[in-house]
């Protein structure tokens, strides 16, 4: 059973920088992609970042150019970047790694508040 992790979550003011990381227990080697989701109140899930085993990277159209996802140094973690924070990004974010038989590991989620 894999577990997740997240950390760095926490109150900004608007236009600062957060940078949240997520580890996992245990050393993996069938991680497909590892991805963050967020979840605002009242909001459904949403996909944020995205990236593969390859290094391809995909991000919701609103955070490209502010938010940057990238591997951490030790195995199975991800790092989501996130700079020129707005209001809007407030939200729970949840860290999601996809093995390669399609299952999803989800993490507890981190608060991210952005005040303005």
């Known amino acids: 059973q894999v577990q997740l992790v997240e950390s760095g979550g926490g109150l900004v003011q608007a236009g600062g920088s957060l940078s949240l990381s997520c580890a996992a227990s245990?050393?993996?080697?069938?991680?497909?992609?590892m991805s963050w989701y967020r979840q605002a109140p009242g909001k459904s899930r949403e996909l944020v970042a995205v990236?593969?085993?390859?290094?391809?990277?995909n991000y919701l159209d609103s955070v490209k150019g502010r938010f940057t996802i990238s591997r951490g140094n030790a195995k199975n973690t991800v790092i989501l970047q996130m700079n020129s924070l707005q209001p809007e990004d407030t939200a729970v974010y949840y860290c999601?790694?996809?093995?390669?038989?399609?299952?999803?590991?989800w993490g507890k989620g981190t608060l991210v508040t952005v005040s303005s």
């Open positions: 999601c790694q996809l093995s390669v038989s399609r299952i999803a590991y």
């Open positions: 245990g050393s993996r080697s069938d991680i497909r992609t």
């Open positions: 990236i593969s085993n390859s290094g391809t990277t």
